[in-house]
Each structure stands twice: as C-alpha cells, then as structure tokens.
Antibody, heavy 121, light 111 residues
Framework: QVQLVESGGGVVQPGRSLRLSCAASGFTFSAYGMHWVRQASGKGLEWVAVIWSDGSNQYYADSVKGRFTISRDNSKNTLFLQMDSLRAEDTAVYYC??????????????WGRGALVTVSS | QSVLTQPPSVSGAPGQRVTISCTGSSSNIGAGYNVHWYQQLPGTAPKLLMYVNNNRPSGVPDRFSGSKSGTSASLAITGLQAEDEADYYCQSYDSSLSALVFGGGTKVTVL
C-alpha cells in the first residue's frame, strides 16, 4: 500500500533553516509528481510546492518562493523540502502528498501524516 | 482570505442532506479548471473525497456527490452519518496566481 512518511520537523529559530524528508513506498515513486502542502494549527490547507516526477520542473506558492526548495532523489524514493529564512508564519504541519492529474490539473490522492515545523525564538 | 470561498460551517441531523459550496472566479473554477474535494477527520491528514468535479475514489460511499457549474462547485452529502463529521476542503488551480488553491474549509457538524 502507498505510504508517505515525513521526517525532519522540529523547533527552529526565525531566520534559520530546516530540511524535511518524505520516504515513499508502495508505488513507483519515479512515476509521480509530488507536493508539499501545509496547515497551520486550526487553519486551512495551503499548497507549498510541486516537483515533477523526473525532477525537471518545480513550482512554488508565492509565500515561499525564493526561500523554500523542493527536490527529490528517485534512487532513494525520497522527497525533500529545504526551508531557509524561516519565519513565524511558516509554523505548520507539512504534508508530503502524491500528485495525480499533472500540472496544472493536479490533485492529491495520498497524504502522509505530516511533520510539525515550529518557528520560534 | 482564500481564493475559493466556502461556508465556515454547515450542520444537519442524521439522515439529512447537506451541501457545501465552493465559490471561485474567472481565473480558477470559471476558467474551466477542475475542482477536487478532501475530507479531514479530527486529528488526521486530509483524504481525497472527490476528484475532477464528480468522481469518487474507490471506497468513498456514494452518499457523497460533486458538481460544478460556472464559477462554483458543490459537494453534497446525503443520508448524513455521525462519521461524516469533519472538515471539508475544495481545491483547484488559479491561473492568476499560477498556483494550486484551496477553499478555507467547511466544518460539518452532525446534530
């Protein structure tokens, strides 16, 4: 069965960096685009970034553009999110999500359990 | 302020029918982009509930149905059950933002 397991969350000071990982299993990872979606506590869902199946293209939400970088290692079935210059408003649960539909018709068919990132001094 | 507008809450008694609206604009739903729906039970990750406007993934009861018209979409739940108490989100693409966008979410309460 499809499994997506996030790791790397934690507490970080404003302005510092953090890298999230997502280990994928149960499907051919290299055949699917992947996303990060986040959710602040008690708030709604916010799309963060997408990377194509072969890593050739990435798109970002304006709120993270220039600060976050999505990448993947298809040989290790792993998705990454490098988060730099973190701000308090980046505090959220970050979900690793599998893509269906293809850009821009994407939707999300499998979700991980999420990794909590807290940006606080 | 979300690009897609949903009512904050809806409620109904067991067995009743409730609908959740998702109102967009000419740069997203009105431009022909598909609408998808997710259900988030308390304390869990979201789950795909409806894709490409009115398609249910395997395992989703046929009590759930979706529709789209003009700049809006709707999710209907018929025969409301206690287990349907959750947050529901619509999602589409916005060409002005060049981004995937969600509605603000609707909390469904079973009375």
């Amino acid at each position: 069965q499809v499994q997506l397991v996030e790791s790397g969350g934690g507490v970080v000071q404003p302005g510092r960096s953090l890298r999230l990982s997502c280990a994928a299993s149960g499907f051919t990872f290299s055949a699917y685009g992947m996303h990060w979606v986040r959710q602040a506590s008690g708030k709604g869902l916010e799309w963060v970034a997408v990377i194509w199946s072969d890593g050739s293209n990435q798109y970002y939400a304006d709120s993270v553009k220039g600060r976050f970088t999505i990448s993947r290692d298809n040989s290790k079935n792993t998705l990454f999110l490098q988060m730099d210059s973190l701000r308090a408003e980046d505090t959220a649960v970050y979900y690793c999500v599998r893509d269906r539909g293809g850009w821009p018709a994407d939707y999300f068919d499998y979700w991980g359990r999420g990794a909590l990132v807290t940006v606080s001094s | 302020q979300s690009v897609l507008t949903q009512p904050p809450s809806v409620s109904g008694a067991p067995g009743q029918r409730v609908t959740i609206s998702c109102t967009g604009s000419s740069s997203n739903i009105g431009a022909g982009y598909n609408v998808h729906w997710y259900q988030q039970l308390p304390g869990t990750a979201p789950k795909l509930l409806m894709y490409v406007n009115n398609n249910r993934p395997s395992g989703v009861p046929d009590r759930f149905s979706g529709s789209k018209s003009g700049t809006s979409a709707s999710l209907a739940i018929t025969g409301l059950q206690a287990e349907d108490e959750a947050d529901y989100y619509c999602q589409s693409y916005d060409s002005s933002l060049s981004a995937l966008v969600f509605g603000g979410g609707t909390k469904v309460t079973v009375l």
